[in-house]
């Protein structure tokens, strides 16, 4: 039987959850009063997001859930209605990488499992949320996709990340449009440089397009987080479309 989510401020699913971005944007929710169910491939890591919840724990949902597997996410959605009647917000945040070598020593598998995750994955999670936005009472909601800096920017040896997140430009832009029938919003937000563990390595140097070696400055993940409850938290007749949060002096804007 469906919780009664009326007192809270929505209902957010946020993939990715068990680490990095993803759980920051998560508590970030959890703390503005959304329910939260987050969803990751590690069941420990997404213990590890509840833990840190604290009171807060109760309006949260855990669901281990592969996003590049259609049964997977349906169970995640699922689970979510079940639990709090509703979905107000998609977070489609799972992404992963490849490793940083020449192009033609990437493997097809390499490759595919990036396709996988990055754009399969936020595809199945945005049919899922249609599906259940459309149909419920008040009707409509908001996905919000995570496609990083490099849905504009490349890396040098990224081209299977970088190929997905500008697919996802393509993804929000035909959600968003598909979307207006249904009340339903979508909006990219593009990621330079949070301080994770998965940009840990930047403080050591990563490679440039000159070929050089730079250490990269870095911003605390929780600028993200805010602004994912901002966006989360528009009227659906307002939406943030694309928006750039990034460390100010990475090198992106013009020779670095």
Known sequence: MAEEAGSSRGVAIVTGAGSGIGRASALALLDAGYCVAIAGRRAEALDETVRQAGDAADRLLAVPTDVCSEASVRNLFDQTVEKFGRVDVLFNNAGMGAPAIPLEDLTVEQWQAVVDVNLTGAFLCTQAA???????????????NNGSISATSPRPFSAPYTATKHAITGLTKSTSLDGRRYDIACGQIDIGNAATEMTARMKNGVPQADGSIAVEPTMDVQNVARMIVHMASLPLDANVQFVTVMATKMPLIGRG
């Open 130 to 144: 249609f599906r259940v936005m459309k149909n419920q009472q008040p009707r409509g909601g908001r996905i919000i």
